[in-house]
């Protein structure tokens, strides 16, 4: 199983990214996908998940800015990220959520992680 995320980069504040985790290895239509992010000398924190019947969640700190969503044919999750602010300045990691039964905005909630992908904001 492999997760592989993609199109972090630089961007002035007020300015939008579209991330992208794509899944390899086996099907994920069935699970819950989250995203998370962890800024230099701060904890994982969670940022956005969605359910696998498409129902969405968000931190209070990215509701209504960013947008969680699924593709299952091409088992790819997408985190649409706009007014973007330097405080979103982090690694942003996907990940599968695991079955345990943990909140699913703990990151010890989720069984499989991305590689991360850089997100830096300027001010």
């Known amino acids: 199983v492999q997760l592989q995320a993609s199109g972090g980069g630089l961007v002035q504040a007020g300015g939008s990214l579209r991330l992208s985790c794509a899944a390899s290895?086996?099907?994920?239509?069935?699970?819950?996908m989250g995203w998370f992010r962890q800024a230099p000398g701060k904890e994982r924190e969670f940022v956005a998940g969605i359910r696998w019947n498409g129902s969405t969640y968000y931190s209070d700190s990215v509701k209504g800015r960013f947008t969680i969503s699924r593709d299952n044919a091409k088992n790819t999750v997408y985190l649409q990220m706009d007014s973007l602010k330097p405080e979103d300045t982090a690694v942003y990691y996907c990940?599968?959520?695991?079955?345990?039964?943990?909140?699913?905005?703990?990151?010890?909630?989720?069984?499989?992680w991305g590689q991360g992908t850089q997100v830096t904001v300027s001010s």
């Open positions: 290895g086996r099907t994920f239509s069935r699970d819950n």
């Open positions: 990940a599968v959520q695991g079955t345990r039964g943990s909140p699913a905005t703990l990151p010890l909630a989720y069984d499989y």
